[in-house]
């Protein structure tokens, strides 16, 4: 078997994952323990029944089953009736409203002597002065229901989604704590969601890295979808374009969800090179997701049935596939992938179990009020440690890149490059040129390697003579300079003469002659350009040179040698 090579994220990292789930764990304990669910707690217990509807039928037959917590109404043919009584057999004094959460986007009716009372949807809002529930529907609990001792309610399905309807009764001031709390968990949860998303994008832009763009995406998409699943875009602030079509923006932000999704794993993990067989089969899904999902937006009824029969297959399949990738890339190497695999594993075991009925967590609690959003809240500060992690090591790489990009690789010190952009952005008071004497016949006579060999010991003599915020390059070839900093005439020759006569002891032999340096020192003159300074430094030098070699030559009195 092979042994497993994935790399763990730093400590750092792995810190702030743990920091990230506590945060996540005390945030529910918290909301467990708030007042609402005190409430929920308390409200009196209620016996709901139900039964599939006949095409056309005003009234319910006689054979009632029990209505499960968790339970799904079907979203095909005509329906079905809800029956909802105390299970007492009393209902409670004073007023009281019945509370459907989770109740889908289809349609719900109050009968009452056979006859519908009033419809309502719970993405249609609420009306002034109606009681409301984020995400639920409310319904009064009024004196024919007393007299009749049930509620009768008609179901009407939606089309393509499944509902879940749980059921409670709440006086006023717990219904209001309720939405209340409901609206501001869940609207920190999603604003939280929606910062880290438009905090990606210019990082992204600013890096040129693509994996933060479609992560913004991918989370743009995400919030977007729980902003119409919760019901804050009907209520109480309204967003008319996903209130008028919220099925219609659904789909597209599912599609988009999913795509940017498989296109951020497939760059943040590099699975090009550490998955590159499940790379394909992760973007083919990906964009088998959004491109049915784009052409049933504008499409008939015929072509939307169609592409629901591929899409759900699909996007039950999108989720573990992308466990599985990024499962192995980590397991190849892909550190990223680890930070996938550890944000996206409780959101999707949430989503699944949730699905499949497992979970069964009723709300009025935290998992069930806030389980799938507290999940992606965590996915999604686990990929942005993740992308902070990434955005680090690309910052280092630049720096790294610029820093060897102005650097000689010989020698160790700046290139002309590097040199000229310090001494740019901070001018210097003295310049020092120098240039080996004899370098040529030592190499004609000993070969490259041994030349190269000499300058990296002239390169390692210069750093260890130069003074705190100096500045040294080689220049070319075997030419050097330095940039002194507060620095007088006096003490930049007697620095220099005391760099020649380093060079000196390092008695490296030059075809038969010692390795020595001719030194210009040029001191700069007031508002003098710095291609003229270096002019005068190079000039000095050559004066040196042509003076014997070996020898310190100050710029402007290029005839006396210091030495």
Known sequence: MRAWSGRLPSWRALTALLAAALVVALYGWALGRSPHVATLAAAPPLQVDWQPAADGATRPGPVWQRYAAGSHLPRGGAGGWVRVRPARGVWPDGEQLLAIEQPGFGAVSRFEAGQERERRRWSDGRAAGDWGLLGGIVFPLDAAARRDGALLLRWWPHAELDSRPQFALLAPPQLALRDTTATLSSGALLATLAAFALLALPVGALLREPAFLAYALYLGSYALLQLMVTGLAYSPLPVAPLAAAPQWWGRLATGIAVWAATVFLSGFADLRRYAPRMRWL????????????????????????????????????????????????????????????????????????????????????????????????????????????????????????????????????????GWRDALQAQPADVIVYADLDHFKALNDRYGHARGD?????????????????????????????????????????????????????????????????????????????????????????????????????????????AS
């Open 453 to 561: 060999e000499a300058l990296s010991w002239v390169g390692a003599a210069l750093k260890a003579r130069l003074r705190r915020g100096d500045r040294a390059a080689r220049y070319g070839g075997e030419e050097f300079v330095v940039a002194l900093y507060d620095c007088g005439t006096a003490e930049a020759l007697a620095w220099a003469e005391a760099l020649r006569r380093d060079i000196a002891r390092l008695d490296i032999d030059a075809g038969g002659r010692p390795l020595t340096l001719s030194i210009g020192v040029a001191v700069r003159r007031p508002a003098e350009r710095i291609e003229r300074w270096l002019e005068r430094a190079d000039a000095a030098m050559y004066a040196a040179k042509q003076g014997g070699r070996d020898r310190v030559v100050l710029a402007g009195d290029e005839g006396a040698a």
């Open 282 to 417: 992760v973007l083919a899904v990906g964009w088998a997701v959004l491109l049915p999902t784009l052409s049933a937006q504008f499409g008939g009824e015929a072509l939307r049935a169609l592409v629901r029969q591929i899409i759900n297959p699909l996007l039950m399949l999108s989720g573990p596939l992308l466990l599985l990738a990024a499962g192995w890339a980590w397991r190849r190497g892909s550190r990223y992938a680890g930070f996938f695999f550890i944000g996206w594993t409780p959101l999707l075991t949430i989503t699944a179990l949730d699905s499949a009925g497992v979970l069964g967590a009723p709300p009025g609690t935290a998992l069930g009020d806030y389980g799938a959003l507290g999940a992606a809240l965590f996915e999604a500060f686990v990929l942005m440690l993740g992308l902070g992690d990434r955005a680090y090591a690309l910052r280092g790489a630049l720096e790294r890149a610029h820093r060897l990009a102005g650097t000689d690789a010989l020698t160790g010190l700046p290139n002309r490059r």
